[in-house]
């Protein structure tokens, strides 16, 4: 079953989040993963939420997105977005029906 990362990033150092970006999507790849959405314009349709920077990352299943995202090659890449944004990351197994 597919699992999702949903990021909502407020980047506060525009400089250190663009070494951030840089590197980042070579970890995300190597481990299946696949960018959904990044960035672009959003409109909040119903309640108070003001997303920012709004990033979703698709994987085969959670067992793929845990293992990128507690990875030593992602790990330094945590550290360095904490320092250049504020960010709320959720993952969730998708269900399809059909």
């Not at 990021?7 to 980042?24: H, K, L, P, S």
């Not at 939420?49 to 994987?59: C, G, K, N, Q, S």
């Not at 067992?63 to 360095?80: G, V």
């Amino acid at each position: 079953m597919p699992a999702y990362l949903f990021a909502n990033v407020e980047v506060t150092d525009a400089a250190g989040y663009e070494q951030y970006t840089q590197r980042v999507s070579a970890t995300i790849e190597a481990y299946g993963g696949r960018y959904v959405v990044r960035g672009g314009a959003t409109d909040v349709l119903e309640g108070d939420w003001m997303p920012r920077r709004l990033v979703i990352l698709e994987f085969a299943d959670m067992t793929h997105l845990n293992a990128w995202y507690r990875s030593p090659e992602y790990k330094p890449l945590i550290d360095l977005r904490q320092r250049t944004a504020k960010s709320t990351l959720v993952s969730v197994e998708g269900v399809c029906s059909s």
